[in-house]
Structure formats: C-alpha cells, structure tokens
C-alpha cells in the first residue's frame, strides 16, 4: 500500500524537522522520498500534527507476572469493559488490560512499538505467546539477568568474557533484547527472606555485591555490542533516601561509558529519587538526579510517572513488592521464580490528598523538567506501576503547559504544594521535545534504527494527530493536545493504516524483535550447565530455549560481538 | 438484564413493552419473554413493579435502583438489588447469590432463602454494601456481607461459613446456626449471632459478657459473649455470640477479667 501525507506539521528529532510543513511518502512498508505506485492514498493531514509512531521502552504487557496481575484483579476487568467489533476482539482491564486490548489501545494514541521490560527467562515462552496475541504493535522483551544464578557465578570468578557468551546465548533462548538488571542481588536475597542494603552488599551464598553485577553486565553489553544499553531498576528502590542509591549506581560505570554513548539506562527513575528517612520526613531527590545526569553523558532514564488513580504494582522486586503490601494491606502476589528471579503484585492507589504521592508525582515530571538535554530522559508510567499507559497523553499535557501542571497541583496535598520545587519550575516541553520523549529518544536508546524517526528507509509506522500548532497553543490549550493524543487522528503501521480518528480499522501482527548475537567463538551449552539444569529447574533443559517458530513474526536484530 | 425501575415510571406500555433486554448473548424484547400489564397496583412507597412467575434466571432486577418498589412473587436470580440506592424490593421467594451486593441505600426482604455473598463487595473489590437494607427471613449460604462497609443484613435462618469476611463496618445479624470461620479478617463492624456457631476462628479475644446488644434500632436480648477481632489484621470489629446456645463455648470464660484469689 502506498500513500501520501500530505501538507502535515511534521515533528522528526532524530532529522532535525521542527514543525514544517512537509509531506511523507510511504510504500512498501517504509519511508520513501519517491512513490513507484501510480495508485497510492492521500491523506490530508493539514493542519495535523504528523510524528513517528510512538515507542514506548518499559511497558509491562506480557508474561506471567502481568498474567497473575490479571488473575488477581476481576474488579479491575468489571470496570473496563472493550465490547467485541467486527475488527477488534473483546477485552478488560483498565490498569491490567488483556493483550488484545492492550494492542488496540496503544494503536488508538499512535503508538506502533512498545518493550515488555521484565521476563523471567523461564516463563519466556509464556512472554511470547501475550506479546503475539498483542495486535499490531512491534514489541521486544528483556530478559531479567541480574540475579541470574549462571551470571552470578561467572561475575563473581571475574570470567567477563564467559559471561559473555553466556549472554548471548540467554538472549537468543529467550528471544530477548536487552540484559534487564532489578534490584540487583536483592531478587536472589529474596529467596532467602532478604534484600540487599546497598550497591556494595554481598549477594547470600554468591558472595557478588550488585556493584559487581551492574558493572559486570555492563562490560557484558559493551563486549556484545547489544542495540540497548543494561536496563537497570535500582536497588533500594521506593525507599525514602535511594537517590543516594541511584546516584551510585549511575556512578559505578562511569569508567565503562565510551565518547558519549549512555552506558546505562536507569529505568522508572521517580521511583529512585527519593531523598528523605522515612515518609513523613520525605522529599524529592530529582533535583541531585538531574544535575548528576546534566553533566554526565552516560546515562538515559525514563520517568515513571505517577497518576493519580487505582493501578496495579508489579515488578520483578520481590522484598519491594512485600513492604507495599505491608503499608497498604492490600491483597499480593509474591513469586521466587526458581532460580532466576522474583516477582511481587500489589494493587495500588495513588492519592491526590496524600503527602508522599504528590511529592512522588512531582519528582517524575522534575525529572523530565530539569535534565536539559530531551535525549536523555524519557515518558513511561511503568506501566501500570505508577499508573496505566492509556495516561500518556496526560502526561504528555503536564510536559507542555506549566497551567496543566498548576491545576493538577491546585488539587493535591497541601504541604507537598508548598514545599515541592516543581510548582516554581517554568520549563515547558516543545512539540519537539515531546517527540522525543516520546518517540526518537526512545528508539535511539533502543538502538531501533528504522523506528522512532519519518526518514527515508525508516519504517512505515507513523501518527498523525488532529491540532494545529499553529492555532492552538499548548501551554494554553494543553487539554487540546491530551485530547489529540489520546486519539490519533490516522495510526500507521508498516505502511497500513491501523487506526482512523481513534477507531481500529485494521488489524495485524507486529513484529517480535530480539537479538542475535554472532560471536567469534562457538557458544557450547557446557554439560554442567545441562546437568543443572535437571536439578535445579522444572523445566527440561531441551524444552527451555524458545525456537524461533514459536514467534508469529521473528525480527531478529543481528549483532557482531567482540568475543 | 438490566432494568432500571426510575425508567419504567416515564414510559408507555408500549415503550416498556419494546425495551430491549439479553437473553444470554442474543438481544430481545421485553414482550418476547414476559407478559406486562399497567394496572393501579400503586403501593406507599410510589411506583411499584409487580413481577410474578420463575425469575431465577433473570438477574440485575432492581440494579442501581433509586426509589419505588419491586415486588417479586417467585424466585429472583442473581444481583438482585445491586448497587441499590434507594427504594424497596420484596421477594415472596428465594434469591441468587449477590442480593444487594454494592448497596447505597434502601431496603430488601426476601422470605425465602438466599445464596452465596449476600450484600457483598464484587469479586476482587475492597469496596463493599455501604448502607440500606438486607433482611433475610430464610437461610443465607457464604460469605454474607464480605467487605461490608455500612448498612445492615439480618438473616433469621442459618448461615454459611465466613459470614462478614472482611468487613470494615456495618452490622449483621444472624437469627439462627452458622457454620463457622464467622468475622475472618475483619477490621470493624458488628456481627451478632443468636444460634449455634461450632467454633470461633483463634485471632478472636474475648472481652466480656453482654446482657444485650443493639442491632440497627433495635436492642436484642442476650446474653452474649463479646469477642473482638481478627487480630490477625489487627482488627477491632466486635462478634456477639449467644451464650445460652453455645454452652460449648463455656470454656473462653475464663479468659475474662481475673478471678478476684481469696
């Protein structure tokens, strides 16, 4: 299918397009600065915003620990009912939808690629089998490594290149993109009721700190040469004082970044940034964050942006996961996943009237206000931890407009209103900037080089979106923009439109991208390793690698490691 | 199906007659499955529905019902009364499970018997009846009033296990037998058990004997053991239980206030 989007304001970052009025062509799937066809469409997206299609890197959509968020919450799917169409299947869930409606939804705000963040590599084919029945949206999984018995075990005998391999294997097994690294330590010292309290506290039994393993993997993914950078939720993580945490974190492979290429991504970074002791004496620790990240360029983070609402928390975070449940009371999922990691569910509400939520919703947006450079710093809830992805484009309003800010701040408690920093910060994002954070910055942190940007050989997967820059102003009218975003006027995937004025009129498989890596020396499944596996895991070692059939679209992204 | 009784009262017998309702998936007409006839069968409490026949299978009646009355002769399925606000129902039968599951307000009495979570919070949900009504002449199986917030539930028959599971408020009277595990989990509210429970879950204190305790507007004679729990969650709901029919429980006597040692 061809066509012409004609006459659109078009915002493309990883170009330079600020703006312009300027029309893109696409055939075949791609972006094209000819059309061939004589017979093509034409959209008329004058007076329309037109942007690469969105991407979103750290999104819980798939996989067991999103499955038993499901399980958990009936009264989440009572209240949020999708009714069967003539294109689009039936679903439920507002903060836990099913896959299907997951892939509508993200279509329907234009978003075309979209990254599970967490899998147990042992529940692999579990992530694929939701992420294929998750429509037209292109998506990858990361693998959780960091508390990984084999990685432990290789990092704490210093065998760098081992581990390597090791990785590279883990990665085509599971059909992964990215080492994923939570709580470093901790999700092994849960398995024995424990955490760990810092970056330098050994692992039990293991005898690694998690500075070792932060650092270790990280050398892993530069020897690799991965597309991402290691994908880090912190340890301490939802403890008032982390920052401290996180700021050693970023520190701890400074040494290891090279030129100017992030070395780290340090992910739902709101939840890491808190300064304080306990939660009275509570307090942002965006402003340190930031000023660490604006002289460093090592480092990208995305936000985890709280909304005020009944959500659901899940993450790989075992003992974060427990203290949740142990302050709220609320019912809980807790999970040793084998030898691999751990998981924790909690339902969650964020509270307007709360002191502690409405400094933790300050801290996100100060986050994406105060570090300077778009590039760096990028717009997630963590979906749904902090709140559901179908918020973004409220998110999106509070970047813009520093009035959409205000009123939301007008409602909240009153002390963090009178103590917060972000009611004084007057920044407000450009249509640029959002692209970026939204789009090009994510898929270039992603190493995803045909997404994220409408140059030519770019993938066909664009959004257009029905306000007029040039009329509508969003500081003023920023409710002009919330409402533009949340439903695109045209979503394009591959060169097909999937969506018209917020409607799924079409719908297809995307594709499951992971990487291969092709390594100098031959990667041999150790006997050992086999051996292992028949004594510590469920799972026949023959039945635990994910074969490539198994994928409704395999998109492998070829790597030349070092090793 | 869903009917919403405030609609009825602004439409022709026509319009009632053509509204449409599912049976299982498939959508009919109200004329397709019952016989309705208008009439001057007003009551004191306004416009009233009269409904009369095997309505086990019809589920919602009175949903989100806000004022006026339903008068059931026969079986009433599912839900009944969900999420009222105000208004009556009367069923001269039994009830499915869920009766007045969500309540606001208003008031319901069944004569017959009723099932499984009656005036309950919905599968997963926190947020329980919050006020009105529930008056069972009959039995009531499980998990009566689970997450109750507010209102009050009088069962005069028997009741399953885990009747006020969870309840943060509100009271429940049970007029005969429980099967046990009654007031698991819960934080406040009141429950009052005349009849015969076989035991008392282990995280109940006891705390003294009552001559009486009040049930709504009503006192009610004891005299009852007064047990307060679940400590497990910390919990200060009260649980009266008959003394005169539970001599089994004799034993938590001595837990009471010390013996004055001569």
């Known amino acids: 299918m061809a066509l012409l989007i004609r006459n659109g304001y078009v915002y493309d970052p990883m170009n330079g397009i600020d703006g312009e009025k300027m029309d893109i062509l696409v055939e075949g799937g791609k972006i094209v600065d000819k059309l061939k066809s004589a017979e093509y469409e034409v959209i008329d997206a004058s007076g329309m915003i037109v942007m690469p299609g969105g991407v979103d890197i750290h999104s819980h959509i798939a996989g067991s620990e999103v499955n038993a968020g499901r399980l958990l919450r009936p009264e989440d799917h009572a209240k949020d009912v999708e009714l069967k169409t003539e294109i689009t299947r039936s679903g439920v869930g507002y903060s836990v939808p099913s896959t299907f409606t997951t892939g509508y939804r993200y279509a329907k705000m234009g978003y075309t690629t979209v990254m599970n963040p967490s899998m147990p590599p042992l529940e692999a084919k579990h992530t694929h089998e939701e992420l294929c029945d998750t429509p037209i949206i292109d998506k990858a999984t990361y693998p959780l490594l960091g508390d990984w018995w084999f990685v432990l075990e290789y990092l704490r005998d210093g065998k760098i290149e081992e581990c390597a391999l090791h990785v590279a294997w883990m990665l085509y097994a599971t059909k992964g993109y990215a080492i994923k690294i939570v709580n470093p330590g901790g999700l092994e010292a849960w398995g024995f009721g424990r955490n760990v309290r810092d970056i330098d506290d050994p692992v039990p039994y293991f005898n690694v700190t998690p500075r070792e393993i932060i650092r270790g993997l990280c050398k892993v993914n530069k020897l690799l040469h991965l597309p991402h950078t290691i994908h880090v939720h912190t340890n301490n993580l939802g403890k008032p004082g982390n920052y401290e945490t996180t700021l050693q974190t970023m520190k701890c492979v400074e040494d290891l970044s090279s030129g100017d290429k992030p070395c780290i991504h340090i992910t739902h970074c709101q939840f890491s940034a808190f300064k304080g002791v306990d939660w009275r004496e509570f307090y942002s620790g965006a402003e340190d964050i930031a000023k660490y990240v604006n002289f460093h360029k090592h480092v990208t983070m995305d936000m985890g942006q709280v909304i005020f609402t009944d959500t659901t928390t899940m993450t790989a975070d075992g003992p974060f996961q427990y203290i949740l449940h142990e302050l709220t009371g609320n019912k809980w999922v807790n999970h040793d996943v084998e030898t691999e990691t751990s998981s924790g569910i909690v339902p969650f509400r964020y509270r307007r009237r709360s002191y502690v939520h409405s400094i933790q919703w300050c801290i996100g947006l100060e986050l994406a206000l105060l570090i300077r450079n778009p590039w760096r710093i990028f717009l997630t809830t963590d979906h749904p931890n902090a709140g559901p992805f179908t918020s973004y484009p409220q998110v999106i309003g509070w970047l813009i407009s520093r009035k959409a800010r205000e009123e939301t701040l007008s409602k909240l408690n009153k002390r963090a209103r009178e103590t917060a920093l972000l009611p004084s910060i007057d920044r407000e994002y450009s249509l640029y900037e959002v692209a970026i954070a939204t789009r090009a910055g994510q898929a270039r942190a992603l190493g995803l080089k045909d997404k994220g940007h409408l140059g030519v050989g770019g993938d066909a997967d664009i959004a257009i979106y029905d306000v007029d820059p040039r009329k509508i102003g969003p500081s003023t009218q920023y409710d002009e923009y919330v409402k533009a975003f949340s439903k695109a006027a045209y979503t394009i995937k591959e060169g097909e439109i999937v969506v018209r004025n917020g409607e799924v009129v079409k719908v297809l498989d995307g594709k499951t991208y992971w990487v291969k890596v092709s390594s100098n020396s031959e990667y041999e499944v150790s006997e050992d390793m086999k051996r292992r596996f028949t004594e510590y895991w469920t799972v026949q070692f023959d039945n635990y690698p994910v074969s490539e059939a198994y994928l409704k679209r395999s998109k492998p992204v070829q790597v030349e490691s070092e090793v | ?262």
């Open chain 2, 1 to 262: 199906m869903h009917n919403s009784r405030h609609t009825f009262s602004t439409l022709s017998l026509s319009e009632i007659l053509n509204l449409e309702v599912h049976e299982g998936n498939r959508k009919r007409k109200l004329k397709e499955l019952f016989e309705v006839s208008t009439g001057p069968y007003t009551s004191p409490e306004g416009f009233t529905i009269w409904m009369k026949g095997d309505f086990s299978k019809v589920r919602y009646i009175g949903y989100g019902m806000s004022t006026g009355k339903i008068v059931l002769e026969g079986v009433a399925g599912m839900h009944l009364g969900e999420e009222m606000k105000g208004g009556f129902i009367q069923v001269y039968g039994d009830a499915g499970s869920w009766v007045g599951s969500m309540m606001q307000g208003g008031r319901i009495e069944v004569f017959g018997d009723v099932g499984d979570y009656t005036g309950a919070a919905y599968r997963g949900s926190g947020r329980g009846m919050r006020g009105g009504e529930i008056i069972v002449h009959g039995n009531a199986l499980n998990e009566t009033g689970c997450y109750m917030r507010g209102g009050l539930i009088k069962v005069y028959g028997s009741v399953g296990q885990f009747t006020g599971m969870h309840m943060h408020g509100g009271t429940i009277m049970v007029g005969g037998e429980t099967e046990g595990r009654d007031g698991a989990e819960m934080t406040k509210g009141k429950i009052v058990i005349l009849g015969r429970v076989p035991s008392l879950l282990p995280t109940f204190k006891i705390e003294a004997i009552k001559p009486r305790v009040k049930v709504g507007e009503e006192r009610v004679e004891g005299p009852f053991y007064m047990f307060t729990g679940d400590l497990a969650e910390n919990g200060e709901g009260k649980l009266y239980v008959s003394k005169n029919n539970n001599p089994h429980l004799k034993e938590f006597e001595k837990y009471l206030s010390p013996v004055k040692v001569r």
